[in-house]
């Protein structure tokens, strides 16, 4: 008998010759982070002194101590819901929220761009899934005004591989016209936006118009887990129902105490926030100097850049590692093919000089790229 069964085999095989082979990669001292989602730096942070504790069981057991409890008011508080319900991570939240808050028949819409794990608790939904385009609000309201009131429309504040923000005067139009309850994810937008920081969904002046959030703290917050946040009756049926808060080990009192440091430290980073917003301009004129690069206009530390080809695009993120960068390819099929693109992801640390570095870098990569196509084609 083969000592692993046939499909991992295959699998791995057909991955590696796909060049879509993921591996895990070590930091590597001294490149210039382009990579990780610690926006404001709280990640390099170091926290209050605490004794680790475990949590001894699952929040409706042992696990449920008052430092969760002070946490979720203070969650509810920053976020400006009636409650809030913390899990172990961001993940879990979704996967938690979605397989429960619909029931039997619940009829979910959502976002075809969402995160992998809102889609897997999409796959524990009991009631029927359907998608729209990529915020095509017309296609939403033409699927939502088929499906009747009463559906649950699920996305993101900021999509992770395009970077782009919600357009919630549009989304919430046509969410108010079909009756339907709209849950915004706000991993990636928590700690950015809005004078504590408290997401897009707030600064944009639609609290009360948006029925759930997700707020996760692994991103800006610098640590780990996440608050579904929302009226206080959901809060209380998610304790009873969701599966990921029932059957898995609370969060462990001393990271809770963590995550509420951290909290507080994001709320007043206003310059933080403000440079982050500067770097993102700069950027976005320098590289919109480079000939075939395109980076769109927006407030997002997120910025696509379009490098068609996983081959094409793994060679430009290994020019710009060899230069220093910690810059990281996407490749097909985790996004569409034609579409592959380096992620850069901005932080409060990062720099003036360092933007103006990696689009050199860049530009020189693709002149030697030009080169190359030109001898190869003699
Ligand atoms: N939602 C979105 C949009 C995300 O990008 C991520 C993480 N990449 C998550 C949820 C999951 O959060 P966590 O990392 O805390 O599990």
């Not at 001294?30 to 001894?56: F, K």
């Not at 703290?217 to 608050?227: I, L, Y």
Request: glycine residues 8%; proline residues 4%.
């Amino acid at each position: 008998m083969a000592d692993i069964p046939e499909h991992i085999a295959v699998k791995m095989a057909e991955l590696e010759a796909q060049n879509q082979l993921r591996s895990l990669r070590l930091p590597i001292p001294g490149q210039v982070d382009l990579t990780s989602n610690d926006y404001l730096g709280l990640a390099r942070r170091r926290g209050l002194e605490t004794a680790a504790l475990g949590s001894g069981g699952s929040r409706l057991l042992t696990g449920h101590h008052a430092v969760h409890a002070a946490l979720e008011e203070e969650c509810a508080d920053l976020f400006e819901m009636e409650s809030a319900l913390l899990y172990s991570t961001g993940y879990m939240a979704n996967v938690g929220l979605l397989s429960a808050i619909g029931g039997r028949e619940g009829i979910f819409v959502h976002d075809e761009l969402i995160h992998a794990s809102l889609r897997d608790g999409l796959r524990l939904a009991r009631g029927s899934v359907h998608r729209y385009r990529h915020q095509d609000y017309a296609d939403l309201d033409r699927q939502l005004a088929e499906l009747g009131p009463g559906c649950f429309v699920v996305t993101e504040a900021l999509f992770s591989m395009d970077g782009d923000l919600l357009d919630l005067a549009r989304l919430c139009a046509v969410t108010e016209r079909h009756h339907a309850w709209l849950i915004v994810d706000e991993a990636h937008s928590t700690g950015l936006y809005g004078p504590k920081g408290a997401g897009w969904v707030l600064d944009q002046g639609y609290g009360n118009r948006v029925w759930m959030r997700i707020h996760t703290f692994g991103k800006s917050v610098g640590r780990h887990g996440a608050v579904v946040v929302g009226p206080q009756v959901v809060r209380d049926f998610l304790i009873n129902r969701s599966r990921t808060v029932i059957y898995s080990t609370a969060m462990p009192p001393d990271q809770v105490v963590q995550i509420h440091w951290a909290l507080r430290e994001m709320q007043p980073m206003a310059t933080e926030r403000s440079h982050l917003l500067a770097l993102r301009r700069h950027l976005e004129v320098r590289m919109n100097a480079i000939p075939e690069i395109a980076v769109p206009r927006s407030d997002s530390p997120i910025i696509p850049v379009i490098i068609p080809g996983n081959e094409r695009v793994k060679s430009a993120a290994e020019a710009l590692q060899a230069s220093g960068f910690d810059v990281r390819p996407i490749l097909a099929p985790t996004v569409a093919r034609g579409t592959e693109r380096l992620r850069i992801i901005l932080h409060s640390y990062n720099t003036i000089e360092e933007v103006d570095r990696l689009v050199d870098a860049l530009q020189t990569w693709q002149r030697q790229q030009g080169v190359l196509e030109f001898s190869g084609s003699n």
